[in-house]
Each structure stands twice: as C-alpha cells, then as structure tokens.
C-alpha cells in the first residue's frame, strides 16, 4: 500500500525559509510529483511540479522562492520555500502521480 509522509512544516517569521520533504513507501517508486498548497477558504493551489527526468514547473506563487526538487535514492520529494510571507500560511501537500497525496503538513508564518 502506497503511503506518501510529508515532514517540514512549522511555524516561522516572515523571511525565513522551510523545506517540506515527501517520501513514499510501499514498494513505490516516485515518477512525477508536486506540491499543493490550501489556506483557509482558498481553493488547493497547485505550487510546483517535478518529473521523473528532473524537469521542473512552476506556479505563479512558487515562481523565485520555492525550489522543487528530487532524491530518487530515499524515494522523496522537497520543496524548499525561501523568504516565506505571511500569505503563505496554508497546509502544504504533496502529490504523486497516479493520484496519490500526502497528509498535509501545516506551514505559519507570523510577523
């Protein structure tokens, strides 16, 4: 059974960094990932995608703070957030294809 542990989130000031790491277990093998996010009375939004290859992208609130990446050796996927602002308080999730996700793990950050 495909299980995907999500790790990383906290609470930080505004400015700092966190990196949120995935991995799945299971005798599962990650072809392509990404990261979601969902705040309170927001819709899910989709951050940042990876492929089997490394070939990343990017969504609008991602773009030039947060860093999708790759460990195909532990099975994992990270996202690395810089700069954090306030507005990206929200729970973040990962997901695998075929359509697998992650528990959540709750980022906060304060002024």
């Known amino acids: 059974q495909v299980q995907l542990v999500e790790s990383g989130g906290g609470l930080v000031q505004a400015g700092e960094s966190l990196r949120l790491s995935c991995v799945a277990t299971?005798?599962?093998?990650?072809?392509?990932g990404g990261w979601y996010r969902q705040a309170p009375g927001n819709q899910r939004e989709w951050l940042a995608s990876i492929t089997s290859g490394g070939v990343t992208n990017y969504g609008y609130s991602a773009k030039g703070r947060f860093t999708i990446s790759r460990d195909n050796a532990k099975n994992t996927v990270y996202l690395q957030m810089n700069s954090l602002k306030l507005e990206d308080t929200a729970v973040y999730y990962c997901k695998i294809e075929p359509d697998y996700w992650g528990q959540g793990t709750q980022v906060t950050v304060s002024s």
């Open positions: 299971g005798n599962f093998v990650i072809n392509n």
